[in-house]
């Protein structure tokens, strides 16, 4: 029988596919994903949710259960639980900046939001970065860089520069340091990448929107000629000629409607290129008004909420991300991988001119400069806040998500879900059999990379 002090968690998910029973616990995460294709076991797992009596239960699956969330103690707050876990998120060991060390593109993107005067980081603006830097390690295990623009390649020796002094500084703190970039990939070439690797640069976000001729008139360079080949033959030639695991590419391709429908043509492009090397991913996004004025001229291609979770479904359901080795959207399913990194109390974006910012599309009102030798202003405390919507109470999802998902809308009172969490049956139906281990015969549960 069923042990009567147990209940079932709020943030169960489960769902059948294809003659398997799928269960996911957003509290718990990815860990908990499971694949079910005994009958028996199926049976049992249904009574056990549902609260039925249960003769002789698999002690095995009964523990399974426990471990992984699904059934937790009849006196359990849950709600508190998931309050718990976003303090502890909110004020991890890493400490993580964001840094523009120039304002300037050379991209022309249509959609683009930003409209800085550009400007290369001084030396001066340098030093005050390292010092406004060395107070905020202390406590931390982990410094990660994620170099940010306009495009930073503009400004590579200033990357290293900075590079090497807040490497010392982190030698000095007994710190360890890595980066990653946000690139349109036009100046990565191999010589580059190379240069990059030497300063700790780990991961790599690309965006290439679709098929050549949609690509190339969203994303030109100034002078309007497009950009497509360049970008490719630089992606190219690293997934050939660099070896080693140290890195991730991902490639980021923002769909409009049109791209939407071309998605299969593009994707198959990505996957003769990149599909063997596990180094490279793809995902899949909507263009989205992230602001500015001249994303108005693609007010009509937008797609709607409805149009990108079709989309996603879509590109789940015939496998084409796992055709590219790794399931990116799965990282959604994770509360720590899941949350923006604006929601952290010691997490700040450093413009080129030492502005401080909490979030990369919210410039408006920088809250300090690193010159001034003081903390910045309070952008937005997510830890203070109380009030949970009823939405969000009821919501199975509410475990992973904690609305640490985007705080700049909690900030401007508005609620942001992403938009996987209408995809659950199709991202986690689309898992292959090298995600999972055989815990029982004809059960299967997530295994750790």
């Known amino acids: 029988m069923r042990n009567e002090e147990m209940k079932t968690s709020r943030f169960t998910y489960k769902f059948n596919q294809e003659g398997a029973t799928y269960l996911y616990n957003s509290l718990t995460g990815l860990d908990s994903v499971m694949k079910v294709y005994d009958k028996?076991?199926?049976?049992?797992?249904?009574?056990?949710?549902?609260?039925?009596?249960?003769?002789q239960p698999n002690p095995i699956l009964v523990n399974l259960l426990k471990e992984k969330g699904y059934l937790v103690d009849g006196d359990t707050d849950e709600l508190k639980l998931v309050e718990s876990k976003k303090q502890k998120l909110l004020t991890d060991e890493k400490l993580t900046l964001t840094l523009i060390p120039t304002s300037g593109c050379n991209f022309k993107c249509v959609y683009c939001y930003e409209e800085f005067k550009p400007i290369m980081m001084s030396d001066k603006t340098i030093e005050d970065v390292v010092k406004f830097t060395e107070p905020l390690l202390k406590g931390k295990k982990v410094l990660f860089v994620n170099w940010f623009g306009g495009?930073?390649?503009?400004?590579?020796?200033?990357?290293?520069?900075?590079?090497?002094?807040?490497?010392?500084?982190?030698?000095?703190?007994?710190?360890?340091?890595?980066?990653?970039v946000t690139t349109n990939g036009y100046l990565l070439t191999i010589e580059n990448f190379k240069r990059l690797s030497a300063c700790r640069v780990i991961d790599y976000q690309v965006s290439i929107d679709g098929l050549k001729e949609d690509h190339d008139r969203l994303r030109c360079l100034k002078n309007s000629k497009g950009t497509y080949d360049v970008i490719f033959k630089n992606l190219k030639r690293i997934s050939e000629e660099i070896t080693g695991n140290r890195f991730s590419i991902s490639i980021r391709c923002n769909c409009?409607?049109?791209?939407?429908?071309?998605?299969?043509?593009?994707?198959t492009i990505f996957y003769e290129n990149f599909g063997n090397d596990k180094r490279f991913s793809i995902t899949l996004h909507a263009?989205?008004?992230?602001?500015?004025?001249?994303?108005?001229?693609?007010?009509?291609?937008?797609?709607?909420?409805?149009?990108?979770?079709?989309?996603?479904?879509?590109?789940?359901?015939?496998?084409?991300?796992k055709r590219m080795k790794k399931l990116t959207h799965l990282n959604v399913l994770d509360s720590r991988s899941n949350s923006c990194f604006a929601c952290k109390t010691d997490n700040y974006v450093i413009g080129a001119d030492g502005s401080i910012y909490k979030c990369t599309s919210d410039f408006g009102k920088p809250l300090g400069n690193v010159s001034d030798g003081r903390q910045p202003e309070?952008?937005?405390?997510?830890?203070?806040?109380?009030?949970?919507?009823?939405?969000?109470?009821?919501?199975?999802?509410?475990?992973?998500?904690?609305?640490?998902?985007?705080?700049?809308?909690?900030?401007?009172?508005?609620?942001?879900?992403?938009?996987?969490k209408d995809c659950i049956d199709s991202l986690i139906g689309s898992m292959g059999k090298e995600y999972f281990n055989e815990t029982l015969p004809g059960l299967y549960v997530y295994r750790k990379e």
Not at 385 to 410: H, R, S, V, W
Request: proline share 2%; hydrophobic share 35%; aromatic share 6%.
């Open 256 to 267: 409009l409607k049109a791209s939407k429908e071309k998605r299969e043509e593009a994707e």
């Open 40 to 55: 028996n076991l199926q049976e049992e797992i249904r009574n056990h949710l549902e609260g039925n009596t249960i003769e």
């Open 287 to 321: 263009v989205m008004d992230w602001g500015g004025d001249s994303v108005n001229s693609l007010r009509s291609e937008l797609l709607t909420q409805e149009e990108e979770i079709d989309l996603l479904t879509e590109a789940l359901r015939d496998k084409s991300e």
């Open 378 to 420: 309070e952008w937005y405390d997510i830890s203070k806040q109380t009030e949970l919507k009823e939405e969000c109470k009821d919501c199975a999802f509410y475990g992973a998500c904690m609305n640490t998902i985007c705080p700049k809308a909690l900030k401007e009172g508005k609620l942001m879900c992403p938009v996987e």
């Open 151 to 180: 495009e930073p390649l503009l400004a590579l020796d200033i990357m290293e520069k900075l590079t090497a002094a807040l490497r010392e500084l982190c030698r000095t703190k007994k710190v360890a340091y890595f980066a990653g």
